[in-house]
């Protein structure tokens, strides 16, 4: 279904507050009535995580992001679950007067987003599943972040194991893999589908014996295209069934913008990012 109004999808973010403010003044996408999608990363390594996730919290129902794994890391900060990273930048948010406000915010995304023809997420999705049974996996976690355990509930979204999903699954190897398939994986081993964690560069070095996610032959309801972010390395990169906007904002490149009805492009440069 085509949109009844225009509805644009912005790559990783991750704390870039200023290019950010100046794609969102763009003639095109500055319209109260346009939709605008954040495929998740909205906070860390970027030099304004704070003004970044405000400015999108601002938005109100304009805004429809999914989380991504920066944004988890800063939950699991919060929650004493992980540490500090030495590239970290999170510390306006952890300090910030409206911090309590903020992580509710962020900690009622959702991990999918399904509509216009399109589907969201910020990484991919695992090739056993259908759309409709990673968007029901997706509300598990989500059920988990917005309740009052949702602390907790961080313990059980970090380690690699295991590496492929299996509907017998409970727990928080369940978890696990609902997470790191949504919101991390770039590569599967072509062999089995087992995801891959290690390899983030571009696809002509690709190691032998993986392949993207997206590439998998058994990947299923190819109809539907999935937009992500998460692979600055791949960058702008659209195909018939997927599309990738993570254009390195955060590394000095570019944050690029998309119209989901007709994949018209609109960027802005990223140096001072860098």
């Known amino acids: 279904m085509s949109p009844s109004r225009d509805v644009w999808v912005i790559g990783d973010v991750q704390g870039c507050a200023a290019p950010l403010r100046a794609l969102l003044a763009h003639p095109e996408l500055s319209s109260p009535g346009t939709e605008l999608w954040f495929a998740g990363d909205l906070v860390n390594r970027g030099p304004d995580s704070l003004g970044a996730l405000r400015l999108v919290k ?83 976690i ?77 990947r299923r309801d190819r109809n539907i295209p999935v937009v992500f972010g998460h692979w600055s390395a791949l960058g702008l990169d659209i195909r018939p069934d997927t599309i990738c906007l993570d254009t390195g904002c955060v590394w000095g490149r570019k944050l690029t913008a998309l119209r989901l009805r007709d994949h018209r492009i609109v960027q802005q440069d990223c140096t001072g990012c860098r």
Request: net charge negative; glycine share 10%; charged share 25%.
């Open 58 to 140: 601002g938005l109100g129902s304009r805004a429809r992001a999914v989380l991504g794994n920066h944004d988890l890391h800063l939950l699991a900060v919060a929650a004493g679950v992980r540490k500090r990273g030495k590239s970290d930048t999170l510390d306006d948010i952890l300090n910030a007067p409206d911090v309590s406000e903020l992580l509710d915010w962020i900690r009622r995304l959702p991990l999918l987003v399904r509509d216009y023809g399109h589907v969201m997420v910020h990484a991919g999705i695992l090739p056993a599943w259908t759309l409709e049974k990673a968007a029901a996996l997706a509300g598990e």
């Open 142 to 218: 989500e059920s988990a972040l917005r309740g009052p355990g949702w602390r907790n509930a961080m313990n059980d979204l970090y380690g690699e194991e295991p590496l492929s999903w299996d509907d017998t699954l409970q727990g928080a190897a369940r978890m696990r893999v609902i997470v790191n398939a949504l919101t991390r994986i770039r590569m599967c081993y072509a062999d089995d589908g087992r995801m891959e964690f290690d390899y983030k560069g571009e696809l002509a070095d690709t190691p032998h014996g993986l392949v993207p996610w997206f590439s998998l032959p058994a």
